[in-house]
């Protein structure tokens, strides 16, 4: 167990819909970065969240949002969804290791498949 | 932006023998090279990264070479084991300085199979 806590694990929808997924960061980590895995585009970076405000983007679609609360915990949110937006998504948080660097922990991921 | 390229895309090894997997990178500004490994069913784990400060970094089984001027790195695996079977992905550091450190620019991936 990574200590990164993504829900819900599986997920299966049509198109046009829209889902919420939920990460809970590891306890202490103030980043959390959402990251999309699929077989034609491997694993991109969407967006990286710091103590809840936004930090970085990444190609993350506008029929994509996310938001980091006061708890930490973050959601990434996906509208009018398209079958290609079936992929892995995965959370992560980070800690700034001994040499300055932030070492990313990630989830198990959230698997999303649009029908 | 940061591209990299990962290669071979497969890797099939005797166990006890060596691995190696070859990353490039285009943007000379990157400074952060982490090396995660990926099993099924589960998200990206970090097993080894190297600033560019440094030209080689060990851990164990696990080395990690890195040469700035040719802006390629590569991750070798020595005596390999059958709990080594997995995917491994290279990653660079995706922006400036003071851009956010988590922001990586992945490979497309390495499928190591370790056979007994």
């Known amino acids: 167990d990574s200590g990164v806590t993504q829900t819900p694990k599986h997920l299966i929808t049509a198109t046009g819909q829209r889902v919420t997924l939920r990460c809970s960061p590891r306890?202490?980590?103030?980043?959390v970065y959402w990251y999309q895995q699929s077989l034609d585009q491997g694993l991109q970076f969407l967006i990286h969240?710091?103590?809840?405000?936004?930090?970085a983007k990444g190609n993350i679609l506008e029929r994509f949002s996310a938001q980091q609360f006061p708890d930490l915990h973050s959601e990434l949110n996906l509208s009018s969804l398209e079958l290609g937006d079936s992929a892995l998504y995965f959370c992560?948080?980070?800690?700034?290791?001994?040499?300055?660097?932030?070492?990313?922990?990630f989830g198990a991921g959230s698997r999303l498949t649009v029908l | 932006g940061e591209n990299v390229e990962q290669h071979p895309s497969t890797l099939s090894v005797q166990e006890g023998d060596s691995a190696v997997i070859k990353c490039t990178y285009s943007?000379?500004?990157?400074?952060?090279f982490p090396w995660y490994k990926q099993e099924l069913g589960k998200g990206p784990q970090l097993i080894i990264d190297?600033?560019?400060?440094?030209g080689e970094k060990k851990d164990q089984r696990i080395a990690v070479t890195l040469n700035k001027t040719a802006k390629h790195f590569s991750l070798h695996i020595t005596e390999t084991q059958p709990e080594d079977s997995a995917v491994y992905f290279c990653?660079?550091?995706?922006?400036?300085?003071?851009?956010?450190?988590?922001?990586?620019?992945f490979g497309a991936g390495t499928q190591v199979v370790v056979t007994p």
């Open positions: 992560a948080s980070s800690v700034v290791d001994s040499s300055g660097a932030n070492v990313l922990t």
């Open positions: 990653a660079a550091h995706w922006g400036g300085p003071g851009d956010s450190w988590g922001k990586l620019q």
């Open positions: 190297i600033r560019s400060n440094v």
């Open positions: 943007d000379s500004a990157s400074n952060y």
């Open positions: 306890s202490g980590d103030l980043s």
């Open positions: 969240y710091y103590n809840g405000e936004e930090r």
